[in-house]
């Protein structure tokens, strides 16, 4: 009898370009997956179902049940058998990951994408992309509060989405490719808790904090037009500002603000936060000629990780 072909499978993290939290209350927002990080999955034989996850420091057994019903990797596996009417299988799941936990860079929707298409494959089945990009905003809504749904659709479909909540994404142009940095803080901050916070100014001050949010939906417009005619001062003009609004809605930090201001100073077009805030990533938008000079003054601004990523109408791809 012929051994079943070996499964291994993938999905990459990303960065939201503009729009992060606005994009919960309904304003667009521009998000691309970032293909020189990722998690891979591999699957072999086992006599029960088994998640080896040491890069997230988790490991267990189906034998472990009742500690881990609850737990996000569990749990895709689980949806996924469920999704087939199928039991769970039997194999034993090895997660590698290269993503920071809690950064920004979408590890959570990663390791639920990965884990979804093993468990498909495990099963004898395959996933469509919007199958999947169902399941895993299923688990991301689970653990992440109010999640617009965002980086499970630019981590499931692998590809720079421009993304309404509720009416889903479509690609965006890009006129010119430019080169965007990011930084890693080395802080990690749980996006639920600055997503919160964000709700509960948006219920308590209203007046305050809506007109913040409908701002940098024009901001995330106006730079939609900017990348599709390849106008990079304006863009990173854009990205400067959607950075200072999100400071007034109080999700970035002291860390994430002076990365951001060192690579203004070392000659970066424009520089913000990404993600959910408070520490993780920041990212910057940065001429070719001065990458390197910018790359240099994030790591002795005390970057502990500084990531290129070129945005352009055909993605990077990874081997
Ligand atoms: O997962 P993160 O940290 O990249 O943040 C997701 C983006 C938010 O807009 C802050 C939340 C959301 O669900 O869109």
Do not use: W
């Not at 106008?231 to 994430?256: F, I, K, R, W, Y």
């Not at 990365?259 to 936060?273: H, I, S």
């Amino acid at each position: 009898m012929s051994s079943p072909a070996k499964i291994h499978t993938t999905a990459p993290g990303k960065i939201i370009l503009l729009g992060e939290h606005s994009v919960v209350y309904g304003q667009p927002a521009l998000a691309v997956p970032v293909t020189s990080v990722r998690v891979s999955v591999t699957v072999e034989p086992a006599e029960r179902l088994t998640i080896e996850a040491r890069d997230l420091a988790q490991t267990f057994t189906a034998d472990e049940r009742e500690a881990y019903v609850n737990h996000p990797l569990f749990q895709m596996v689980r949806s996924v058998a469920a999704f087939f009417d199928r039991p769970e299988p039997n194999r034993c799941f090895s997660v590698t990951s290269t993503i920071p936990v809690a950064s920004g860079l979408g590890s959570g929707a990663a390791v639920s994408a990965a884990l979804g298409r093993a468990t498909a494959a495990a099963l004898g089945h395959i996933l469509t992309d919007d199958q999947l990009n169902h399941l895993v905003y299923d688990i991301e809504r689970i653990h992440h509060g109010t999640p617009s749904g965002i980086d499970n659709t630019v981590i499931v479909y692998q590809k720079p989405v421009y993304f309404i909540r509720g009416q889903g994404a479509v690609p965006f142009e890009v006129g010119a490719p430019f080169h965007i940095l990011i930084a890693d803080t080395g802080r990690a901050a749980p996006t639920r808790e600055s997503v919160g916070d964000v709700r509960r100014l948006m219920e308590t001050q209203p007046d305050r904090y809506r007109p913040v949010v409908e701002r940098i939906g024009q901001v995330v417009e106006a730079a939609r037009r900017a990348i599709a005619i390849g106008h990079h001062a304006e863009l990173g003009a854009l990205m400067d500002e959607n950075h200072a609004l999100l400071s007034t809605l109080t999700v970035s930090s002291p860390e994430l603000d002076h990365l951001v201001a060192a690579a203004r100073r070392a000659g970066a077009l424009g520089a913000k936060l990404s993600g959910g805030g408070r520490g993780g990533n920041m990212i910057a938008l940065v001429s070719p000629d001065h990458l390197t000079t910018v790359t240099d003054a994030l790591h002795e601004a005390g970057a502990v990780r500084v990531l290129p990523t070129v945005i352009s109408n055909t993605p990077e791809v990874n081997p």
